[in-house]
Structures are given as structure tokens and as C-alpha cells.
């Protein structure tokens, strides 16, 4: 079991940066891989990046690079997304997920891949 907790949302300007935080909790979240996702309004959620739970294999999606960094921090059980350059297009509820995963390197991008999900933390960005 996992229990998932997003922080860091709100309303922010075009350009400016936000750090969101999945906070984990549970026996397994020590070894879950952790995902980000995100639903815009009338939109399918989507992936945004992953990263497996040794903390050095991460991905974020091609139209995210340059902007958008997931890390984590073990001695905290917490996983960061890093924001930066934020855009109107951005705004969306942001998720993040877990999944068990035997090898610190794994991590996945489909939704179906992960058994746990946070509650989401809204995200607006103004023009």
C-alpha cells in the first residue's frame, strides 16, 4: 500500500516556476516507482515524467524538456516536479502516482502501469 499526498499547486503568471511535491507514505513506498500526470480541463490526462525509485533513472516527456525536472528525495519519501517557464497551456490538475517495481531503475508512463494516485493539485497559469 501507498497513500499519495501533492502539495505545491496555485495560481501563478506566465514564466514564473512552481515546485510540486508527492509526498509518500506506506510499506511499499519505499520501492515504488513515481509518476507525474496531468489533466487539463476537457482533456485526457497525460503523462508528464516518472522516475524509478533509486532517484538517478527519470524521464520527462519531449514537449516538458527544458522546462519541467522530476526529482526525488528518499530521506524524505517525496518526489518533486520542478516547473519552470511555466505557460497558460500548463494549467491543469497534476497527479502523481505509484507503482511497485522490483528494480530502482524502473518506472512507467502509462496511467494503467500505477496502482496508487495522489488526490491532484490544481495548477493555473495566467497570460
Known amino acids: 500500500q501507498v497513500q499519495l499526498v501533492e502539495s505545491g499547486g496555485g495560481l501563478v503568471q506566465a514564466g514564473d516556476s512552481l515546485r510540486l511535491s508527492c509526498a509518500a507514505s506506506?510499506?511499499?513506498?519505499?520501492?515504488?516507482?513515481v509518476g507525474w500526470f496531468r489533466q487539463a480541463p476537457g482533456k485526457e490526462r497525460r503523462f508528464v515524467a516518472a522516475?524509478?525509485?533509486?532517484?538517478?533513472?527519470?524521464f520527462v516527456a519531449a514537449f516538458m524538456k527544458g522546462r519541467f525536472t522530476v526529482s526525488r528525495d528518499n530521506a524524505k519519501n517525496t518526489v518533486y516536479l520542478q516547473m519552470d517557464g511555466l505557460r497558460p497551456d500548463d494549467t491543469a490538475v497534476y497527479y502523481c502516482?505509484?507503482?511497485?517495481?522490483?528494480?530502482?531503475?524502473?518506472?512507467?508512463?502509462?496511467?494503467?502501469?500505477?496502482?496508487?494516485w495522489g488526490q491532484g493539485t490544481q495548477v493555473t497559469v495566467s497570460s
Open positions: 506506506g510499506p511499499d513506498s519505499h520501492r515504488s516507482a
Open positions: 522516475i524509478g525509485w533509486n532517484g538517478d533513472n527519470k
Open positions: 502516482a505509484a507503482a511497485k517495481a522490483w528494480s530502482g531503475t524502473y518506472y512507467y508512463f502509462t496511467e494503467g502501469e500505477y496502482q496508487y
